[in-house]
């Protein structure tokens, strides 16, 4: 087995990865080692050839590929090296073994960054009912195979689930020739971002229908058709009310799960909310030398958000091998009135910099809605929001003064305000 020792590992080389590689190298990291089982680095923005991304992060909109071959270009001025076309077997200690064509690797690292990202969930998971056809995909599967293969996966289509990537997938497809029958929604709103909704199905005439979900897959050698029915309070399907539709294609949207095997692999604990590691400020777990961002950390809807976590981690991850990360008393973060969890889950109450919060909602409020965070009787920060729903991410940004002075736990919560 060959050894090799780094001041920074990082494992997986999409946007959170990259961005913890470059902030690490920035932060004084002599030796930066990013691991990634691909053959080229960027993670999923290879495949979402779509406009969209940097309008935060950049102030210009980009496409996927456009957005991380800004990290890429920047990576490789750093000289970071990539190890790409190898996987990291598991975690050992503080060392990571990781695998390739060219045999077993022993990483010696400082510190290491967790970036892995996260996966579909799959048919199996959601126990659908019937047959097992051809024709069922997620559909980030069929993302990678029409945008990197150039394979349509179909002519006319179910999506399941109204996440980021299906609705995408809507108007992908239907630009494409494909017809989507309908966006099939359990819950009763929407599960990604609404500008997707407008941009990708009301622009397209693609209907949605909430509270409802798919009971039976139908066909033989293909897909021929799927069943349909509305849902009650419990999401209990109301089988006397169900229909079919006509389709040779079910695409799956139904949730994100955080890659997090490797992590368990190293004895990490994991959120039973988030599935992902518990973190601070600094995106630094329980485990020592170990950092976590991205959506193995808790699934983001905006990239820019997940570029941000993996800078903090990095610079974290740098100053860390060095012996220069503030560390020290912690303060609890909790998920109060309304909210489902908030991360970071801890503080360590120290100045320097600001601190963004960010956590989602347990349901969609709307009107005149109260978002704050409390410390004891005291209220440290607040703002008022027309609307808020589980599917877009909301955050809360504390000054440094508050953070210097926290003594009590944190608690988010959001309500709506019914005074004048």
Do not use: W
Request: hydrophobic share 40%.
């Amino acid at each position: 087995m060959r050894e090799q020792n780094c001041d920074v590992a990082v494992l997986g080389a999409g946007p959170a990865g990259l961005a913890a590689a470059v902030a690490a190298r920035e932060a004084g990291a002599e030796k930066v080692v990013v691991v990634e089982r691909d053959k080229r680095p960027g993670g999923i923005l290879q495949q979402c050839i779509h406009p969209g991304f940097g309008l935060d992060y950049f102030q210009e909109e980009l496409t996927g590929p456009e957005y991380a071959q800004r990290f890429i270009d920047r990576a490789r001025e750093l000289n970071v090296e990539m190890l790409l076309g190898t996987m990291a077997l598991e975690i050992r200690g503080r060392d990571l073994i990781c695998v390739n064509p060219g045999g077993l690797i022993r990483l010696r690292p400082g510190a290491s960054v967790l970036s892995m990202g996260c996966r579909e969930r799959t048919r199996g998971q959601l126990a659908i009912p019937g047959t097992r056809p051809a024709g069922v995909y997620t559909a980030g599967t069929a993302q990678r195979l029409l945008n990197i293969q150039s394979q349509l996966v179909g002519r006319n289509i179910v999506i399941l689930g109204s996440g980021d990537i299906g609705m995408i997938m809507a108007r992908r497809l239907t630009l494409e020739g494909a017809r989507i029958e309908a966006v099939v929604e359990l819950l009763p709103y929407l599960s990604g971002l609404m500008r997707n909704r407008v941009q990708c199905l009301d622009d397209f005439g693609i209907p949605l229908l909430l509270s409802h979900t798919v009971v039976d897959i139908g066909g033989l050698d293909r897909v021929s058709g799927v069943t349909i029915a509305p849902v009650d309070d419990n999401r209990q399907p109301l089988m006397e009310q169900s229909r079919e539709i006509a389709c040779d294609t079910l695409l799956l949207s139904v949730g994100l799960i955080p890659e997090n095997e490797l992590s368990r692999s190293g004895g990490l604990s994991l959120s039973p909310v988030t599935r992902g590691p518990e973190v601070d400020q600094f995106m630094r777990t329980r485990a020592p030398g170990f950092f976590a961002c991205g959506n193995v950390l808790h699934v983001n809807d905006l990239v820019d958000n997940v570029s941000r976590e993996g800078a903090a981690a990095g610079r974290s991850a740098a100053l860390s091998a060095q012996g220069r990360l503030p560390g020290g008393r912690e303060v609890e973060v909790r998920a109060g009135e309304g909210v489902r969890y908030v991360s970071p889950q801890r503080l360590v109450p120290v100045g320097g910099q600001d601190v963004s919060l960010f956590f989602r909602v347990e349901r969609p409020l709307a009107g005149k809605v109260l978002l704050e965070a409390r410390s004891g009787d005291r209220r440290l920060v607040s703002r008022q929001a027309l609307a808020v729903n589980p599917g877009e991410m909301e955050s809360l940004t504390l000054g440094r003064e508050d953070l210097a002075g926290l003594a009590e736990p944190v608690t988010v919560g959001v309500r709506e305000v019914t005074e004048p």
